[in-house]
């Protein structure tokens, strides 16, 4: 029973893994559209410069987030002055 068990969950883990997979190719083609989408939106006037501007640093402010959450350790405490 417990070899059939560990079969099983190989069997799921590899089902869970070949899921992940197609995810993330849904995810890549997705996001291949974004550009297309605000060309059509700035072109029909639903999207202005500003907007797009603002869209970005929203973006890199996220990125920047992320990295910062991806550190593995904290920075030092500086030494405070009396």
Do not use: C, W
């Not at 070899?3 to 849904?26: F, I, P, S, T, V």
């Not at 559209?33 to 907007?51: H, S």
């Not at 990125?63 to 991806?70: A, I, L, P, T, W």
Request: charged share 35%.
């Amino acid at each position: 029973k417990a070899a059939e068990r560990r079969a099983m969950a190989e069997a799921k883990e590899q089902e869970m893994r070949a899921y992940e997979q197609e995810m993330k190719a849904k995810l890549v083609e997705a996001e291949a559209t974004i550009p297309q989408a605000i060309a059509d939106a700035m072109r029909d006037g639903n999207m202005g410069i500003l907007d797009y501007y603002t869209l970005k640093n929203i973006s890199s402010d996220t990125e920047m987030r992320k990295s910062f959450s991806n550190m593995v350790e904290p920075p030092k405490q500086l030494p405070k002055h009396s």
